[in-house]
């Protein structure tokens, strides 16, 4: 009898030890959900196969998400999930769209507060558009993310990747979405800025 509670009791030593490594969930678009790349060969999917068994990986990301369908998807994903750390990988097709600027800060705004209420971390990956969507909102666009990361102190990933844009093979034939042989260098990028967070 002993030796079967000294076996139980080393079980739920071993499963807490487990709970010790931090959860981040990633909401996120087209990029995040591995839009025309098998699942398995996504960012996410590498980022969380190299963070390995000590931390959670959850990709809540939808191909065509806006900020809007992110805000209205967080609540549910925070209380599933409980979350350290959400990537806000969202704003791309709001862009796209040629959505008003100040609703597509004001809905990563509000989505930043849902996260600190839940007790989670956010953190704001920034996003760019084509070059073709003309200068003046290419430019408003990205400086919406330093701007908000500035107001509400909260960790940014710049946008790096314009390299894959030009660079033969990183691109799928659509224009837009990067294709398997990019995963593993988006992954890196992320991987530089999340993995410090998650160890601490």
Not at 114 to 127: H, Q, T, V, W
């Amino acid at each position: 009898m002993h030796a079967l509670l000294k076996r139980i009791c080393c079980l739920f030593i071993l499963l807490g030890a487990n709970t010790y490594g931090s959860t981040l969930l990633v909401l996120g678009d087209s990029l995040s959900a591995g839009y025309g790349v098998n699942q398995g060969k996504g960012w996410v999917a590498l980022l969380r196969s190299d963070l390995g068994d000590d931390h959670t990986v959850i990709n809540g990301s939808i191909s065509g998400d806006t900020t809007g369908g992110g805000l209205n998807r967080l609540p549910l994903l925070l209380e599933k999930f409980s979350p350290d750390y959400v990537l806000l990988e969202l704003g791309g097709n709001d862009g796209l769209r040629g959505q008003p600027l100040n609703l597509m800060k004001g809905n990563l705004n509000a989505m930043i507060t849902l996260c600190r209420k839940a007790g989670a971390e956010p953190i704001l990956f920034g996003m760019r558009l084509p070059p073709n969507y003309g200068h003046r909102y290419s430019d408003a666009f990205a400086a919406v993310y330093p701007q908000l990361s500035d107001e509400a102190d909260v960790p940014l990933i710049p946008f790096q990747l314009e390299e894959l844009a030009i660079t033969e093979g990183m691109i799928q034939e659509d224009g837009l979405h990067p294709t398997a042989l990019a995963q593993p260098i988006i992954k890196d990028l992320i991987k530089g800025y999340i993995a410090p967070l998650m160890a601490k």
